[in-house]
């Protein structure tokens, strides 16, 4: 085949274009162009033949080369060449060399315009997803901002960036509905390499994970550690029990967290759309740790069945609602947030229990 000069400068400038658009690596755009190059070759001329690309950015020039074995007797001249006929390409040639042998056909440039940046798409593509997912993947059980695009029959599109994620409807808090453009926080659920588009993002706004995290912008004591979030229940949307823990006597856990005047609490309860959160201090001792996650209902005594793990709650008669709730809602979550089941009972009928 003619040799002839192929420009490469189009490709080299569009390539120019999208590594610095994308932030994928040049060194990688090349290579991608190399290869799709060889396999545009191999394809148009229908060839077994072993190819190199060699691209000459400064002077623009894609050359193409097969690489042969110096032979006495050629068999495949796709993979051998003649003692003779290599000595044309290097005076040293010798029998059991490897040379390469210019074979640049002369249209090979509208080739490399058609096939060669139909590969390239390709292959960064897939670069970019690549690229996304390992921007995204570290973001795993954080929180991110976005902004809304849409809402569709599989839930809530969200513009991150360079990615759009989405709040599926079961991760999503009743009666919260957002418009299009408006700004909001998700906790990253999982983060899926090969989803249908790319890399798939998955928030939630439901899960109890997005209000520790939303504690730990908010408070620098459990951002810092100092303050533990040692449980969470909670019924997104209407109400949550969160119960703190610190091992510092200077700091008192509940307060850190609320805030004075609830100035640290109450963007989180803004951001949760009126969410009622109950923060109340952990204990290690099982019956003060439940009269504690029943607040603010009053308990008058309590009896510990530590086998079925069942807590039997007295409480005075006027403050039954208060201990079970709207719906059984208080002493619902307190059961979730302690590990036992709580049994409430009234003043009043533990004594006639008792007369009887």
Not at 169 to 180: A, D, G, R, V
Request: with cysteine.
């Amino acid at each position: 085949m003619k040799s002839e000069k192929v420009s490469a400068k189009e490709l080299i400038n569009a390539l120019d274009e999208i590594y610095m658009d994308k932030g994928i690596t040049k060194e990688y755009l090349i290579e991608s162009l190399k290869m799709a190059l060889e396999a545009a070759y191999k394809k148009n001329y229908d060839t077994n033949e072993t190819v190199m690309v060699e691209l000459n950015e400064e002077k623009g020039d894609i050359k193409i080369f097969a690489i042969k074995e110096v032979v006495t007797t050629v068999t495949d001249s796709n993979l051998e060449v003649s003692l003779d006929e290599a000595k044309t390409v290097t005076k040293r040639a010798k029998i059991g060399d490897t040379i390469n042998i210019e074979v640049t056909p002369k249209n090979f440039g509208r080739i490399a315009a058609a096939a060669g940046k139909q590969i390239i798409v390709q292959r960064l593509r897939e670069a970019e997803r690549d690229l996304v997912f390992s921007q995204y993947s570290d973001k795993e059980g954080k929180i991110v901002v976005g902004i809304v695009q849409r809402t569709d029959k599989f839930g809530t599109i969200v513009d991150l960036g360079k990615v759009e994620a989405l709040i599926p409807e079961k991760e999503q808090i009743k009666k919260e509905t957002f418009n299009s453009h408006d700004r909001i926080k998700a906790y990253v659920l999982s983060v899926t390499a090969n989803g249908k588009y790319g890399p798939q993002v998955i928030l939630s706004r439901k899960d109890p994970n997005f209000i520790k995290k939303l504690f730990e912008l908010e408070v620098p004591e459990v951002a810092d550690g100092i303050v533990v979030i040692k449980g969470i229940a909670r019924e997104a949307g209407s109400r949550t029990k969160i119960a703190v823990y610190t091992e510092d006597e200077n700091i008192d856990p509940v307060g850190a967290c609320v805030g004075k005047k609830g100035i640290r609490i109450q963007p989180i309860i803004e951001e949760l759309s009126g969410e009622r959160i109950d923060v109340i201090p952990y204990s290690d001792d099982i019956p003060s740790f439940i009269i504690n996650a029943l607040s603010p209902a009053q308990v008058l005594a309590i009896d510990i069945n530590d086998e079925e793990r069942i807590a039997t709650v007295v409480v005075p008669d006027e403050c039954l609602s208060y201990a079970i709730g709207s719906g059984g809602q208080n002493v619902r979550l307190a059961a979730i947030l302690t590990g036992w089941k709580i049994d409430i009972k009234t003043e009043t009928s533990v004594k006639e229990n008792i007369v009887e």
